[in-house]
C-alpha cells in the first residue's frame, strides 16, 4: 500500500473515531436534560406513587467486598417506603442462572430493613433497564411509578419510560465516588448510545409472560 494511502485510511479512522466520541457526548447530554425534570433528591419533595421500581445490581463485585451501588439503591427504597412515598417495592433484577438472583438478595435486605414482605413483587427478568421499565407496565400492570437508582441510572431510565408513554419519576440512591465508579460512568455513555439504537430498532424485552397483579 502506498505511503498517500495509509495516511488517507488513517486519517479516515481518526475522524471515524471521533464522530462516534462526540454523538456519544451529545447522547449523553441530551439523556440527562430530557430527564431532569423527573429526578429527585430529596424524600419530602418527591411526589406519591404507589409502586417504586427497584433496579437491580450485584450485591458483591469481583473483589467479594459490598457493591455500594446495591447498598445505597437498597437504603433508598427503604426510605422511600418508611416515608410513605411508595406503597409496594417492585424488584426488577438478573436472574439468569440458578447461582445469580439479584431480585431474591434484594428481597432479602429490603426485608432485614423492616419492609414487610407482603409489599414486595420481584421480577426476574429486568436483564437490562429497558426490560425492567417495559416490563414493569406490560407485565406488572403499571403505567406510573417511581424508579429507584443511581442519578445517572435513573436518568436513562425514565427517558426510557418517556419514550414509552410511561409515567415515571425517579429517586436517586446515594453515589459512588469517582474513583470507584468511573468504569461504570464510562459505561453509562455507551449504553445511552445503545439504548437510542434499541429505540430506533423497536427492540422488546427479552421475556414477558403472564401479567402480575401487584395488590
Do not use: C, W
Request: proline share 2%; net charge positive.
Amino acid at each position: 500500500m502506498k505511503k498517500p494511502q495509509k495516511k488517507k485510511i488513517f486519517y479516515s479512522l481518526i475522524l471515524l473515531i471521533f464522530t462516534v466520541i462526540i454523538g456519544v457526548l451529545i447522547i449523553d447530554t441530551y439523556v440527562s436534560s430530557s430527564s431532569s425534570d423527573k429526578i429527585y433528591k430529596e424524600t419530602n419533595k418527591i411526589p406519591h406513587k404507589r409502586v417504586g421500581l427497584l433496579l437491580g445490581t450485584s450485591k458483591f463485585l469481583s473483589n467479594h467486598q459490598i457493591n455500594l451501588y446495591y447498598k445505597y439503591r437498597i437504603e433508598a427504597a427503604a426510605e422511600l417506603f418508611k416515608a410513605g412515598k411508595i406503597e409496594f417495592i417492585l424488584i426488577s433484577g438478573d436472574n439468569g442462572s440458578k447461582n445469580y438472583n439479584e431480585p431474591k438478595l434484594m428481597k432479602e435486605d429490603l426485608m432485614n430493613k423492616g419492609i414487610p414482605e407482603e409489599k414486595i413483587y420481584l421480577d426476574y427478568a429486568g436483564f437490562r433497564t429497558l426490560d425492567s421499565v417495559l416490563r414493569a407496565k406490560k407485565v406488572f400492570g403499571q403505567n406510573s411509578f417511581t424508579i429507584i437508582s443511581q442519578e445517572f441510572h435513573n436518568e436513562r431510565a425514565v427517558f426510557l419510560a418517556k419514550s414509552f408513554q410511561i409515567n415515571a419519576i425517579a429517586f436517586n440512591a446515594k453515589d459512588v465516588s469517582i474513583n470507584d465508579g468511573l468504569k461504570t460512568q464510562l459505561r453509562e455513555k455507551l449504553a445511552r448510545s445503545k439504548m437510542i439504537l434499541d429505540l430506533i430498532f423497536n427492540v422488546e424485552p427479552k421475556y414477558l409472560g403472564k401479567k402480575i397483579v401487584i395488590e
